[in-house]
């Protein structure tokens, strides 16, 4: 069984840039969220997807978009990216929506900087 | 709203004392409670989880929490800390599926010999 792995591990970007962070989901699961925790805060949600649906959106941006594939593996993309954007980039993922699959599995997170 | 407290940011213990960590949540359905730890620059891993029946849950690593509906609190605890629970600590409340996690600020435990 492997884990969720994400890339890249740290990233630097310039204002105004844009940025792909990728991520795998553990064998077996569907649903993918992503979470940006800034520095000395808790992790918040952006979005989550299931079944190459996005499923639900936390308080960010349109500049924040996703994508799921086939796979289950998940892009986050930030266009136009400002100081703010600045943070930890965690995937997490797991079996779906019934109780016994609620665990949610995260990936070591990518660092990002923006300069 | 939904909403996790965690009021102490930071905890400073010595090897072999007690722990507990505190954490109130504010959730407007029936809430499923999480504990995660998190080493310096490391993702989040799950030390307990509760849904439903006994309110006290055992984790990994020793752990324990016990959850309060009447006081919505999930505190977690340790018997006899180790060097190696020196982390962060995060409580979590979400729904069924863990889809959309709300965290609270974290808790830094220090671990002094």
């Known amino acids: 069984e492997t884990g969720v792995t994400q890339s890249p591990t740290h990233l630097i970007k310039t204002r105004g840039q844009q940025v792909t962070l990728r991520c795998s989901s553990q064998?077996?699961?569907?649903?993918v969220s992503w979470y940006q925790q800034a520095l000395g805060q808790g992790p918040q949600f952006i979005f989550q997807?299931?079944?190459?649906?996005?499923?639900g959106r936390g308080n960010f941006p349109p500049r924040f978009s996703g994508l799921q594939f086939p796979n289950y593996s998940s892009e986050l993309n930030v266009n136009a990216l400002e100081l703010d954007d600045s943070a930890l980039y965690l995937c997490?993922?797991?079996?779906?929506?019934?109780?016994?699959?609620?665990?949610?599995?995260f990936g070591q997170g990518t660092r990002l900087t923006v300069v | 709203a939904q909403s996790v407290t965690q009021p102490d940011i930071h905890i400073t213990v010595s090897e072999g004392a007690s722990l507990e960590l505190r954490c109130n949540y504010s959730?407007?359905?029936?809430?499923?409670l999480f504990w995660y730890v998190q080493s310096p620059g490391q993702g989040l891993q799950l030390l307990l989880k509760?849904?439903?029946?006994?309110?006290l849950v055992q984790g990994i690593k020793g752990f324990e929490a016990e959850f309060k509906r009447s006081q919505s609190s999930f505190n977690l605890r340790k018997p006899s800390v180790h060097w190696s629970d020196a982390a962060e600590y995060f409580c979590?409340?979400?729904?069924?599926?863990?889809?959309?996690?709300?965290f609270g600020t974290g808790t830094r435990l220090t671990v002094i010999p």
């Open positions: 997490a993922s797991s079996g779906g929506f019934s109780k016994r699959n609620t665990e949610a599995f």
């Open positions: 064998s077996g699961h569907n649903t």
């Open positions: 959730y407007g359905a029936t809430p499923y």
């Open positions: 997807y299931y079944r190459e649906e996005e499923n």
């Open positions: 979590a409340v979400g729904a069924a599926g863990a889809n959309n996690l709300f």
């Open positions: 509760y849904f439903s029946g006994d309110t």
